[in-house]
């Protein structure tokens, strides 16, 4: 008896597992469905109005660096960055500028750093070969607050090159964005 119990108990139990498990797929399927249905889709790579670029940056530049890999991977176009290349793209991107600043913004009673403030500024521009503007020049800025801590120095130099890195990202999907809303040459 005491086994026909606990089989009764384990299959009363697989069910409401199953049932919970069902419900759960249901509720995720009608989740999905309406966010088809409102027109919500994964952001895509930038589709751009021209073939060919040349790119006029600082080869040591490490926004560069992220926004020659994210223009690379572009299916569509074709990146330069020798001189020898300028006459042969349709458009030139030029960064004029890549500002990294550091300010301190708090002090403790001590007068010791308790907040700092990064900002990142970048200036470019969008022109032709002959020199026509297609986009003028722009500065693109992110600044991020950092809160700092004499005691855990390193931990926090680590912190602000993720932060930095980060700000970095969010302006070469800036450009490309910008860059994506060119309409004509």
């Given amino acids: 008896m005491n086994?026909?119990?606990?089989?009764?108990?384990?299959?009363?139990?697989?069910?409401?597992?199953?049932?919970?498990?069902?419900?759960?797929?249901?509720?995720?399927?009608?989740?999905?469905?309406?966010?088809?249905?409102?027109?919500?889709?994964?952001?895509q790579s930038a589709d751009l109005p021209f073939q060919s670029l040349f790119l006029n940056l600082p080869r040591q530049s490490a926004l560069g660096n992220d926004l020659r890999k994210n223009?690379?991977?572009?299916?569509?176009?074709?990146?330069?960055?020798?001189?020898?290349?300028l006459a042969t793209s349709q458009v030139v991107l030029e960064v004029l500028s890549e500002v990294r600043e550091r300010v301190v913004v708090g002090l403790n009673a001590?007068?010791?750093?308790r907040e700092l403030q990064l900002r990142l500024k970048v200036k470019f521009r969008l022109r032709t070969p002959q020199g026509k503007n297609l986009i003028p020049e722009v500065e693109l800025q992110q600044q991020r607050d950092l809160s700092f801590l004499e005691s855990a120095a390193l931990s926090?130099?680590?912190?602000?090159?993720?932060m930095y890195r980060d700000m970095q990202v969010d302006i070469v999907q800036q450009i490309l964005r910008r860059l994506a809303a060119v309409k004509s040459l």
């Fill in 3 to 43: 086994n026909a119990q606990a089989l009764k108990a384990r299959r009363q139990a697989l069910q409401a597992i199953a049932r919970g498990f069902t419900g759960g797929a249901l509720l995720s399927g009608f989740a999905a469905t309406g966010l088809t249905g409102c027109g919500f889709q994964l952001r």
């Fill in 71 to 85: 223009l690379a991977s572009q299916s569509n176009l074709q990146v330069f960055t020798e001189a020898n290349d």
């Fill in 110 to 113: 001590s007068g010791q750093v």
């Fill in 156 to 162: 926090k130099e680590i912190e602000e090159a993720m």
